[in-house]
């Protein structure tokens, strides 16, 4: 079984590049538009890692990081920063806020889920070195 991995993000092309990429990769995924939703998602169905926009209607990222940490049944699922502000210093102030790890749009379509799997368990990771 591979991980479920719920993307929240609002800009439709990196919403749809980064479902496209991992689903062809054998993922599960789960897509929110907005803070709010990536909340209630995460609740309803518990995925094994979260890809989540800073900057999105209503809740941004770090109000979603907040309320999953805080709520004790998701404290412990990875979180992962996708973001188009790559100023120095942002990455820091990010791993500082409690995210597990950043990537900075636009994501790279080669090397994305490549980056993505050291976030997920050994267990949970899609298996590789099949041919198309």
Do not use: W
Request: glycine share 6%; aromatic share 6%; hydrophobic share 45%.
């Amino acid at each position: 079984m591979t991980a479920t991995i719920l993307i929240a993000e609002d800009h439709m092309p990196s919403l749809e590049l980064m479902r496209y990429l991992l689903k062809a990769n054998g993922y599960r995924t789960l897509v929110a538009e907005d803070g709010a939703t990536a909340i209630a998602m995460a609740r309803l169905e518990r995925p094994d890692l979260i890809v989540c926009d800073l900057q999105m209607p209503g809740l941004n990222g770090y109000e979603v990081l907040n309320a999953l940490r805080a709520d004790p049944t998701l404290k412990g699922v990875r979180m992962i920063a996708v973001t188009a502000f790559s100023m120095l210093g942002d990455r820091e102030r990010v791993l500082t806020a409690g995210f597990d790890g950043y990537f900075s749009k636009p994501i790279e379509a080669e090397t994305f889920v490549e980056q993505m799997e050291p976030f997920l368990p050994v267990e949970l990771r899609a298996p590789r070195g099949q041919s198309s």
